[in-house]
């Protein structure tokens, strides 16, 4: 019998599958990563593991119940992270049913799954802060927590509701410890380049470095809980320590809005007064917009004794220094 815990991690070469991977091997766990196959290698986040003994990855796909049996019959896990998402909200406009067959119809298949094959497995779901949508239902002091009403905006945000409230189903009717954690946003220097954080960080890189003169962005007045992807998996895992599965809202408690990551970010360069730089395109505008959201996670500080340790700006600015060192090194090759 091995003394390794085993946790299978979806979507592992994601922003938050890499930092759980990461983390759960550095606890001494057997991590068995899925990844849906591509015609182009992206595996960037998690390559420095591929020789780890402790770390094996399986082509998989959210759409594919059978693959989901098979690793389940094959690998008998204590603990399931599922990340893999079309995670964009403005692409989910444009390819919704793509995104909810995913996010809605492949949790189910992995609940079904967990159900079936190994009741015994400890379930985290990746749920959102974009399920609070504009409800508008919180504490201006405090912002949103477990029991605020969810008006969901997005197809993207409709179908995690969906597999929010599965979850909750699968724990509450069979007895499944499935837990959601409500995570609002969090970046890192492995963000993906499209989310409006990296695209700011990346550019203001290439401006520095003379590669760049303009950034196109849309609204930057929406405002977000922005928190750093690292301390957020920890939340991830204290979630399945716990004897009882349960929600949890994940966030800073401070919003801002994109102008403020704006300014951060450029002045931190050196760059001066951000609207030298940035023009606006309605292209970028969605169809349906989050216009604000503040997170309280007083519930995780207080039973999983989580809390954050990287505010906005420091974020802001480890972002940047992160896009600047490795286009610099690129040039210098
Ligand atoms: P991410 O960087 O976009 O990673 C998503 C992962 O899912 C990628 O590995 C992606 O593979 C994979 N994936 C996409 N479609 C798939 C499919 N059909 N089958 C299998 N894998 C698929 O997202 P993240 O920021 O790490 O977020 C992790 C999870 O938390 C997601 O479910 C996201 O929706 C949710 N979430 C994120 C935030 C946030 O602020 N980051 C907040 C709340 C919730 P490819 O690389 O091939 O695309
Ligand atoms: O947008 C505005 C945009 O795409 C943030 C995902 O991880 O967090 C993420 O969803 C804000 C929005 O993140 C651009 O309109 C302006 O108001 O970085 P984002 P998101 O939509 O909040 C949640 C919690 C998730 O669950 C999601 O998976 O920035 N914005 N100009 C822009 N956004 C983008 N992407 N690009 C722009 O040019």
């Keep these: 019998m091995s003394m390794h815990k085993t946790a299978i991690i979806t979507g592992v070469n994601g922003q938050d599958g ?27 986040r998690v390559d420095h593991l591929y020789d780890n003994p402790n ?12 693959a989901v049996m098979h690793i389940l019959e094959k690998y008998k896990p204590d603990e399931f992270y599922n990340l893999a998402a079309q995670s964009h909200v403005a692409v989910s406009f444009e390819i919704p049913e793509y995104t909810s067959d995913g996010i809605a119809g492949g949790t189910l298949k992995i609940l079904e799954g967990i159900r079936t094959v190994t009741p015994y497995t400890r379930y985290y779901q990746a749920s959102s802060s974009e ?108 979630m399945l320590q716990q004897p009882v599965a349960d929600d949890y809202v994940v966030a800073t408690g401070k919003t801002h809005s994109v102008r403020e990551f704006l300014e951060v970010v450029f002045s931190h360069a050196g760059l001066g007064d951000y609207t030298q730089y940035v023009d606006f395109d309605a292209r970028l505008l969605r169809p349906n917009e989050v216009p604000y959201l503040l997170g309280d996670s007083y519930k995780a500080r207080r039973v999983l004794e989580w809390e954050p340790k990287v505010d906005m700006p420091a974020l802001a600015r480890m972002m940047f220094d992160s896009d600047y060192e490795s286009l610099y090194e690129k040039l210098r090759k």
Aim: net charge positive; aromatic share 10%.
């Design 131 to 238: 399920m609070f949508g504009d409800s508008k239902d919180y504490d201006p002091e405090r912002g949103y927590n477990e029991g605020s009403r969810m008006m969901p905006v997005s197809p993207y945000a409709v179908a995690k509701l969906h597999a929010h409230h599965m979850t909750r189903v699968y724990r509450e009717a069979y007895g499944l410890h499935a837990t959601s954690g409500i995570l609002f946003n969090h970046e890192s220097p492995r963000r993906g380049e499209t989310f409006v954080t990296r695209k700011i960080t990346m550019a203001a890189a290439r401006i520095r470095a003379g590669l760049q003169e303009k950034l196109t962005l849309g609204n930057l007045d929406a405002h977000r809980d922005w928190g750093f992807a690292g301390d957020y998996v920890e939340a991830m895992w204290l």
């Design 55 to 66: 770390f094996k990855m399986h082509h998989y796909d959210l759409t594919d119940g059978a």
């Design 18 to 44: 890499s930092y759980l991977a990461d983390l759960l091997i550095s606890k001494g766990y057997r991590v068995v990563g899925l990844k849906r196959r591509t015609s182009s290698i992206n595996t960037t």
